[in-house]
């Protein structure tokens, strides 16, 4: 059975940096959780920020916080691990949470803290997809389902 790394918070762990999950209700989810298809990870955690933390945004090329704390070396770190254990599980699909500077597939926040969102990939997913694992959206379920059944 192929496996899917997921996003932990998709999951409903609670390790978003406001200590809450963005548990989704997808009926996609539920059944490769049932066929122990699911690798929950969080890079952020991995990468050594706790819960909660303060928000971090992509600002030229860095990781930073409204209060101008640099934790690239952190999301970095956690994307090496999420590649790692994407590896060792076999993984060439993941599901992310779109917006985060970890996770982001095709959006992220622009920096300036405001909540506006502007085209981007976070660490983890450009790490992931450098390394050919193809990283969908919770938006794209249907469309990373597909692609696990495809020949």
């Known amino acids: 059975m192929e496996r899917v ?9 609670a390790v978003r940096y406001d ?9 996609i989810l539920a059944r490769w959780r049932a066929e122990g298809r699911i690798v929950g990870f969080c890079p952020e955690v991995a990468g050594g920020l706790g819960v909660p933390r303060p928000p971090a945004e992509l600002r030229d090329g860095s990781v930073v916080t409204e209060a101008g704390d640099d934790v690239t070396e952190q999301f970095r770190r956690g994307a090496e691990q999420a590649l790692a254990v994407a590896r060792k ?3 060439r ?7 985060s500077p970890s996770c ?5 926040n622009d920096g300036t803290f405001t909540g506006t969102r502007v085209p981007g990939t976070g660490l983890t997913t450009r790490l992931l997809r450098a ?10 379920l249907e469309a990373a389902d597909a692609y696990l059944t495809r020949p």
Do not use: D, P
């Not at 790394?5 to 762990?13: K, M, Q, R, T």
């Not at 699909?93 to 917006?99: D, I, R, S």
């Open 104 to 108: 982001g597939s095709s959006l992220v």
């Open 93 to 99: 699909v993941a599901v992310l949470k779109e917006g």
């Open 19 to 27: 200590g809450r999950a963005k548990t989704s209700e997808s009926a």
């Open 89 to 91: 599980a076999g993984v």
């Open 5 to 13: 790394l997921v996003s932990s918070c998709l999951l409903g762990a």
């Open 131 to 140: 390394h050919g694992i193809h990283v969908f959206n919770e938006t794209e």
